[in-house]
């Protein structure tokens, strides 16, 4: 069993949200559910009343209430969720329009700026007239390569309260990667920025950003934030184009014609209507085009913001994340909530690898989510915000991208606060929330996330579809649930769909995550199902290997990938080490050691070699099939999905894997 890390005082307890939502459901109900995972098992066994209480408990607001919550088929793809309701997703998120501060934008050169409530509001309904006015109606798609700025989240907002469908990617995208991504959705209207700053460099886009106007037909408009430079040419713009270019600043001229008595005409859909278009990596070809529903979306994050993380109108919540990761939609719907969003682009790292937790103290976050590389590297630094910044209203510290290894917790609770609930969380893209998840009522064990979410019916099977607590398995949901994509764009038959998520288990949905059930009633993640390694036939996790690796001070990242070998697999670990070391066979043998005493002799690699750096996603994710592609002289389809496609070079005709 892991040891215990924290524990939540009575007074945490009591005055969380999600134990004022037991007490009634108990009241209501007429139970004694006396715990969470009571009160999950509930909502496993009773879906429709639950869903029903979390969106009357978090406020959903319907513009026509539904008839059902759920109608439930044998099929878990048949599920009607929300039946014949109405709502509109930015009204929803645009509920409150006072002097509260709704979004804090910030950027590694220092710039801050701010929008209240009331002046969102109004700068939303100048922008939704101005998109009106050029045609955007319901169903249309409006795509946008932007830095995570206020600009960004008004434009949303907009384009979500007529009807239309956003889909959004950041700036460091590559042409290709932007074409792969919206070409296939045809938008009519592009909004993007001139550029953007990332680790002390002013990068322009605008040179490519015409290539992609150019290699969509459909764009009608073109819409430009200036954000790097702030006295773009629009008349040198305009010559660049085929499309008529529009500056922001114009658009926003109708604020001057919006009042306090103003009122958005926010289009009804229907619960199922498309709200945002996500994608998958594209490691391993073109993008898949992930379509979200307006309900259902709506009613998970609130959910996991409301419930989970304990959000509050007093919170002022910091996600650090790109437009082109799902992390952003997920803290964008704190607005619904009527919380402060801290946004910030950059580097996370510049001028300091402490600058995250700079900003959290300067804006006074309670909340504040990252990834476990952005953690572990923290830890390899040697810093300790607990000593050189005041956290002192930081009490919710979120994590996600990749499991977080036991050493990041570790580092965590000593040298970043002692009294603070750390929870790392897992989902993805796919279902555009989380599997499993926080819980401020409940204690956090080393290396573990602390639980399912609400009504998330999941378990881990083997090959067979059976499960036992502490047995590695495939991450499954046995159940529907709101979030479940609508399905793929151009996948008018729902095959792509059903060979994505149902093809390994009937009826049953598998999300590609390799993990368990704890005694303690939490789950660990040890790595992507396509990526688990299988030397003699045993099912090694990634992540099992990494948190291993991470210990040693020498390491700052790795890599691990099965290489077939004389009828088998074997593991080949790369490494990248810190600034100036060689990769000596002292450092092989010590990290070997550690492999082996804390797994097993069979994670231990059959080599370890030394790289530069590893390849990643551009939100940020290793890449372990790219790399076991290139080790067997296979194309890696889509280099456009990573961030530095440079780094696969390395990988090539390696001739310590000749033998």
Request: hydrophobic residues 40%; charged residues 20%.
């Amino acid at each position: 069993m892991n040891s215990l890390l924290w524990s939540p005082s009575p007074d945490q307890i009591s005055d969380a949200n999600i134990t004022a939502f037991r007490n009634h459901i108990n009241k209501k109900y007429n139970l004694s559910l006396d715990d969470y995972q009571a009160l999950h098992q509930w909502s496993i066994n009773c879906r429709p009343q639950c869903w029903q209480e979390i969106i009357d408990f978090c406020q959903l607001r319907f513009t026509k209430p539904p008839q059902a919550i759920l109608n439930d088929h044998t099929q878990i793809t048949d599920a009607i969720w929300f039946q014949d309701a109405e709502l509109n997703f930015a009204e929803n998120l645009l509920r409150y329009r006072d002097d509260h501060i709704a979004l804090i934008e910030r950027n590694e050169n220092g710039v801050r700026k701010q929008l209240t409530y009331a002046e969102l509001y109004q700068q939303v309904a100048a922008i939704a007239a101005s998109l009106k006015d050029l045609g955007i109606t319901k169903g249309d798609r409006v795509c946008a390569v932007m830095p995570n700025c206020i600009e960004t989240v008004i434009a949303m907002l907009a384009t979500t309260s007529l009807g239309a469908i956003w889909s959004s990617c950041s700036p460091d995208f590559g042409i290709n990667g932007i074409l792969d991504r919206f070409g296939q959705i045809k938008p009519k209207l592009l909004l993007c920025c001139d550029g953007y700053f990332y680790n002390g460099k002013t990068i322009t886009v605008l040179d490519k950003l015409t290539q992609v106007a150019e290699g969509i037909q459909s764009i009608e408009y073109v819409i430009i934030a200036p954000y790097s430079n702030k006295r773009t040419d629009i008349n040198c713009l305009a010559q660049q184009y085929r499309q008529p270019i529009i500056l922001w600043n114009v658009l926003l001229e109708k604020t001057n014609a919006v009042t306090e008595s103003t009122v958005i005409e926010f289009v009804a859909t229907k619960p199922d209507h498309p709200l945002y278009i996500l994608y998958s990596s594209g490691t391993t070809g073109v993008p898949k085009c992930i379509v979200h529903s307006v309900a259902g979306t709506l009613a998970q994050h609130l959910k996991e913001l409301v419930l989970h993380t304990d959000l509050t109108r007093q919170d002022t919540i910091f996600y650090f994340t790109t437009c082109g990761w799902m992390m952003w939609n997920w803290l964008v719907s704190s607005l619904a909530v009527g919380a402060t969003i801290v946004l910030y682009d950059g580097s996370p790292m510049y001028p300091a690898v402490d600058s995250m937790f700079t900003l959290v103290e300067e804006e006074n976050v309670t909340i504040f989510g990252t990834s476990a590389k952005y953690i572990a590297s923290l830890s390899k630094s040697a810093k300790a915000p607990k000593t050189t910044h005041n956290l002192a209203k930081l009490r919710t510290i979120l994590s996600t991208g990749s499991p977080l290894s036991e050493e990041s917790f570790d580092y965590i609770y000593r040298q970043v606060k002692q009294n603070i609930c750390l929870s790392s969380i897992s989902g993805g893209t796919d279902i555009v929330s989380c599997f499993a998840l926080g819980n401020p009522t409940l204690p956090v064990y080393r290396g573990e996330i602390q639980c399912p979410g609400l009504a998330m019916d999941i378990d881990f099977f083997d090959n067979s579809g059976n499960s036992n607590i502490g047995v590695k398995g495939e991450l499954v949901c046995k159940q529907a649930f709101p979030s479940m994509p609508i399905g793929f764009w151009q996948d008018d038959d729902g095959a792509k769909y059903a060979a994505a998520y149902f093809s390994q288990f009937d009826n049953c949905w598998s999300h590609g995550d390799y993990g368990a059930m704890t005694e303690n009633g939490g789950i660990i993640i040890y790595g992507r199902s396509d990526a688990v390694l299988n030397p003699g036939g045993v099912r090694i996790g990634t992540a099992e290997i990494y948190r291993q690796v991470e210990k040693h001070q020498q390491v700052i990242d790795c890599i691990a990938v099965g290489q077939t070998w004389q009828n088998d697999e074997r593991i080949i670990l790369f490494v990248v080490l810190r600034s100036g070391l060689k990769l000596t066979t002292t450092i092989i043998e010590e990290i070997k050691a550690l492999i082996k005493n804390h797994t097993s002799p069979r994670h231990v690699p059959a080599k370890i070699l030394q790289v530069q750096e590893i390849p990643r996603t551009i939100s940020g994710k290793i890449v372990e099939l790219a790399v076991r592609n290139v080790i067997h002289g296979e194309e890696v389809k889509n280099t456009e999905a990573l961030a530095n496609p440079h780094s696969l070079r390395q990988f090539l005709n390696l001739t310590e894997l000749q033998s």
